[in-house]
Every structure is written in structure tokens, then in C-alpha cells.
Nanobody, 127 residues
Framework: QLQLVESRGGSVQPGGALRLWCSAS???????????IAWFRQAPGKEREGVSC????????FYQESVSGRFTLARDDAKNTVYLQMNSLKEEDAGVYYC?????????????????WGRGTQVTVSS
């Protein structure tokens, strides 16, 4: 399995920016490239939704339509870390952000696909 740890989130005003990172460790770390790694978020009273994902092997990156053009996911295998740069933040981007990973599966927006999860980090966007 893979252990995932997210960076501390933060609080910004609308239009601001934040960068999150997710660092991996664990016995299956040598197979890191075989993992699809995604960011999900969950706002109070809402379902957990996928935000962005880096596909295994190809590292092709996908974005949810609501964040496309504003968020950028980058993957650094040397550090076993993925980064989520979030720009032009909106109030609706607020929530708990989770890093998730699954081995030998393609990216999916279905949270049940993933069997490795971080504890989550709070992002607040408010004026």
C-alpha cells in the first residue's frame, strides 16, 4: 500500500492562489509510476468530487471542468510527490482536499476506485 500525506492547506481570498502537495511513502513506493494519483475535494454537505488526476505510466493529466485552466497538477517522481497549484480560487473551491492513489488503474472520478487516501487538508476561500 501507499501512505499519502497532504500539505497543510490554507485560507485565501477569492482570486488568490494556493499550492498543495501530496507526498507518498510505503512498501509499494518502487511502483509509484504504476499509480494513478488524484486530488478530490469535499465541501460541507456535498459529495466528494474529483478535481484532477495524473494517470499511471503516461502521466496524462485530467481536470474537472470546474477547475480547468485554473488548477495545475504536477508530478515529481524523484520526490514521490504530486503538486496541485490552484490559481484564481473561487469560494466554491473551498473544502477538504484529499490526495488519493490507486495502482494499475486508470484515472477515475469515482472515489471508490482509489484504495489509498490521505487524511485531507482544509482549503478556505473567503473574503
Amino acid at each position: 500500500q501507499l501512505q499519502l500525506v497532504e500539505s497543510r492547506g490554507g485560507s485565501v481570498q477569492p482570486g488568490g492562489a494556493l499550492r498543495l502537495w501530496c507526498s507518498a511513502s510505503g512498501p509499494t513506493l518502487p511502483y509509484y509510476k504504476d499509480y494513478s494519483i488524484a486530488w478530490f475535494r469535499q465541501a460541507p454537505g456535498k459529495e466528494r468530487e474529483g478535481v484532477s488526476c495524473s494517470n499511471k505510466d503516461t502521466y496524462r493529466t485530467f481536470y474537472q471542468e470546474s477547475v480547468s485552466g485554473r488548477f495545475t497538477l504536477a508530478r515529481d517522481d524523484a520526490k514521490n510527490t504530486v503538486y496541485l497549484q490552484m490559481n484564481s480560487l473561487k469560494e466554491e473551491d473551498a473544502g477538504v482536499y484529499y490526495c488519493a492513489a490507486v495502482r494499475d488503474y486508470e484515472c477515475s472520478w469515482d472515489a471508490q476506485t482509489y484504495n489509498n487516501w490521505g487524511r485531507g487538508t482544509q482549503v478556505t476561500v473567503s473574503s
